[in-house]
C-alpha cells in the first residue's frame, strides 16, 4: 500500500468536506474499523512500516479534529446569523418552550403563616416543641385523669409506655412555664396526632395551634375578647361567631368557640352534621392545677388557654366540606391555592 498517497487522499477529502456529516463520512472511510489504513496496521510485520502507517493515522485523525472545529464553529455562526429569537416575546408564545407553573404554598402553610402573624401582631411569642412527648407532660402535667380516654392506646400513638406521638400542642407550654416566669404570651404550633376516625373534620394527623396568655389579673373577658379578634383576622366580619360551655382537664371554666358553616351557611349539612356551626377547638382560664405543676402560687397568677386546628381554620376559611384534600396531595386541589 503506497502510505503516502493514501495519506494525501485523506488530507484532500478531509479539505474538501464542507458539512459536518461529510466529514463523518470521510472519516468511516479513512479511519472506520474497516479501512484500508486499520487493515494494513493489523497485518504490518516490519518496524518501518507500522512507523510509517501510524505516522499517517496520526495526521489524518489531527486533520479532522481541526476540521471538525472548524465546520462546527461555522454551523454555529450561520445558525446565530439566519435565526432570530426575539427574547421579548411572552413565554407561552414559544410553543414547546411554555414555562413551567410557579408553584404555590399549601393552604395549611398559608393558614399557619397569618396565624403566626396575628399572634405576632398580639404581642405572643411562637413556639415549636417537640412532637414526641412523654406522658408526664402529654397528660399528667395537664390534669388528664388515669381514666380519661385519651390516655389509651386506641386514641393515642405510643412509642413506648410512657412516650407517644403528642396529641395536641399544648407540652410546649409547660416546658415554657417551666422555664420562664409571667408574664408569658405564646402560641404553640406544629403538627399532631390522634386515632381518629376520618371524616368531613377529622384526620390521624393534623396540625394544631394553642394559645397561652399567663399574667396577673387575665379574665374570661380577655379570652372572650383575643379569640373573637383572631376568629374575625380568619374569617372575616361577615362570619358568625358564638362561644359555648365546655370541660376540658386543664382550664376552668372552658368554652368552645363555633364558627357559621361556610358550606351551608348556617342552614344545616352533612359537613356540619346540620347544626350551622362548626367547632374550632377548646378554650378556658388555666386551671390553677397547672399553677402548683410547676411551682407558682395559683392566687398569685391567672390565664388563659385555647387551641385550634390549622386544617380546619383553612377548611373553614375557604368553604371546603371535607379535610381529606388537606393530606391526599391532589393538584387539582392544591392550586386553587
Known amino acids: 500500500m503506497d502510505t503516502e498517497a493514501l495519506q494525501r487522499k485523506a488530507l484532500d477529502d478531509v479539505a474538501a468536506a464542507a458539512t459536518v456529516a461529510a466529514l463523518d463520512e470521510a472519516r468511516v472511510t479513512y479511519l472506520g474499523r474497516k479501512s484500508e489504513l486499520k487493515l494494513a496496521l493489523r497485518d504490518v510485520r516490519d518496524r518501518e512500516s507500522g512507523m510509517a502507517l501510524n505516522a499517517a493515522r496520526e495526521a489524518i485523525e489531527h486533520a479532522f479534529e481541526a476540521k471538525q472545529g472548524e465546520l462546527e464553529r461555522a454551523e454555529l455562526d450561520a445558525k446565530l446569523t439566519s435565526e432570530e429569537v426575539d427574547v421579548t416575546l411572552p413565554a407561552e408564545l414559544l410553543g414547546p418552550l411554555r414555562p413551567r407553573r410557579r408553584g404555590t404554598l399549601h393552604p395549611s402553610t398559608q393558614v399557619r403563616r397569618d396565624v403566626e402573624d396575628i399572634f405576632l401582631g398580639l404581642g405572643y411569642e411562637i413556639?415549636?416543641?417537640?412532637?414526641?412527648?412523654?406522658?408526664?407532660?402529654?397528660?399528667?402535667?395537664?390534669?388528664?385523669p388515669d381514666w380519661h380516654p385519651t390516655r389509651s392506646p386506641r386514641d393515642s400513638l405510643y412509642l413506648t409506655e410512657d412516650t407517644l406521638l403528642r396529641t395536641e400542642t399544648s407540652p410546649a407550654q409547660i416546658h415554657k412555664m417551666e422555664s420562664t416566669r409571667p408574664p408569658i404570651y405564646m402560641l404553640s404550633i406544629g403538627r399532631v396526632y390522634r386515632r381518629d376516625t376520618i371524616d368531613a373534620t377529622h384526620f390521624p394527623i393534623f396540625h394544631q395551634f394553642e394559645g397561652l396568655a399567663i399574667d396577673k389579673g387575665i379574665t374570661m373577658a380577655d379570652l372572650k375578647g383575643t379569640l373573637l379578634y383572631v376568629m374575625r383576622q380568619l374569617y372575616g366580619p361577615e362570619r358568625e361567631v358564638r362561644f359555648r360551655t365546655h370541660y376540658f382537664p386543664f382550664t376552668e371554666p372552658s368554652m368552645e368557640p363555633d364558627v357559621s358553616c361556610p358550606i351551608c351557611g348556617g342552614t344545616g349539612c352533612a359537613t356540619c352534621k346540620h347544626s350551622g356551626w362548626l367547632e374550632m377547638g377548646g378554650s378556658g382560664m388555666v386551671d390553677p392545677y397547672l399553677y402548683e405543676f410547676v411551682g407558682w402560687d395559683p392566687d398569685e397568677y391567672t390565664g388563659f388557654a385555647f387551641g385550634m386546628g390549622i386544617e380546619r381554620t383553612a377548611q373553614l376559611r375557604h368553604g371546603i366540606p371535607g379535610i381529606r384534600p388537606f393530606w391526599e396531595n391532589d393538584l387539582r386541589f392544591l392550586r386553587q391555592f
Open 127 to 144: 413556639v415549636d416543641g417537640r412532637e414526641v412527648e412523654t406522658t408526664r407532660y402529654n397528660f399528667d402535667a395537664l390534669g388528664f
